[in-house]
């Protein structure tokens, strides 16, 4: 193998500026290589599938020097040249943006409410590499280069189930109810928030870190959407009647503190006389022992039975 192929004296990255992954062609080096680093890249080495090193440098074009080629003599083992290599520049730097969407909807249930709905979600997230080695063994298995379309939908098609359950997990912890769920849009920064904590670790095992985590919406089923309309309907009513009798019972209250105060004082302009007021306003007479509104012509109160 090593006589019917040239060994390369030197390895330059001639991959496109998209590829955050790029494989050298290179498969065998002599041990008087030159490798030439690239602008913001780890250069890593392997030989028979196995890590043998790597390293990085911010100069564009770096000629590795002799103190950097040390690393390398692991290579040879004493031989003039190594074949079954294999060299992979990996861009660092490289920030990635992926859009996400919970494949599967998200059973829920309310106990209040006694009701059953599904919810989905979708935003996107933004992220960066942070160990090229967990990366390179992560999603390069035998490929070759790989560009940033390559990595985006690696990840999407990899993580996107993982992220329907930290929506499920967050939803459980926080016990969201289909109340919470009505209003959700108004806290989705902290539910943002709390997925990001539990999807930091997951993203950190594919060697990258996730830098930002957005939700763009929620969505619910049709039938969600009419019973929560009907549910909100009926409890505006309800509310609107229960204002209405609680106005009538305060007016009520007043209109007998008004009758008896004016029973005390005058009471104490005749002290030995008994009186009794017959208060008549608008048509009524409030009873001056219990203060309930009756019709004017009436004898008797129709809620105490005193006389009027």
């Known amino acids: ?17 998209g590829d955050v992954i790029w494989k050298s062609d290179v498969s065998i080096l002599t041990n008087t290589a030159k490798i030439y680093s690239r602008k913001d890249c780890d250069v890593v080495f392997l030989r028979k599938g196995a ?12 000629l590795v020097d002799t103190a950097k080629q040390g690393f390398l003599s692991k290579l040879f083992h004493g031989e003039p040249t190594s074949d079954d290599c294999e060299i992979f520049y990996i861009n660092r730097l490289a920030q ?38 967990k990366l390179l063994s992560k999603i390069q298995g035998a490929a070759g280069s790989l560009s940033q379309d390559n990595v985006r939908e690696f990840f999407r098609s990899e993580l996107n189930m993982e992220i329907r359950n930290a929506v499920a997990n967050v939803f459980y912890k926080n016990k969201y109810g289909l109340k919470d769920i009505a209003t959700i849009t108004t806290f989705e920064k902290n539910i943002a928030g709390d997925m990001k904590d539990i999807l930091v670790p997951i993203f950190e095992d594919y060697g990258v870190s ?13 039938d969600f959407l009419v019973q929560m309309k009907e549910i909100k309907k009926t409890t505006i009513l309800n509310k609107m009647k229960f204002d209405a009798e609680k106005e009538e019972r305060k007016e009520s209250k007043e209109n007998f503190k008004l009758v008896t105060d004016a029973a005390e004082r005058l009471q104490k302009s005749t002290p030995n006389k008994e009186v009794h007021i017959i208060h008549e306003q608008n048509g009524f007479k ?19 039975g005193s006389k009027l």
């Open 1 to 17: 193998m090593k006589n019917s192929v040239i060994a390369s004296k030197e390895v330059v990255f001639r991959g496109l500026a």
């Open 51 to 62: 890590f043998m090193g790597a390293f990085n440098d911010r100069e564009e074009f770096y």
């Open 96 to 133: 990635l943006e992926n859009k996400w969407g919970t494949p599967n909807r998200i059973d829920i249930y309310d106990k209040d409410y006694d009701m059953h709905t599904s919810v989905g979600a979708n935003g996107s997230y933004k992220f960066s590499i942070n160990s090229s080695m």
């Open 210 to 222: 996730l830098d930002k985590f957005f939700i763009s919406q929620f969505t619910y089923d049709d």
């Open 286 to 304: 409030f009873c001056n022992e219990c203060g309930h509104k009756n019709p004017a012509n009436a004898k008797y109160c129709s809620s105490c």
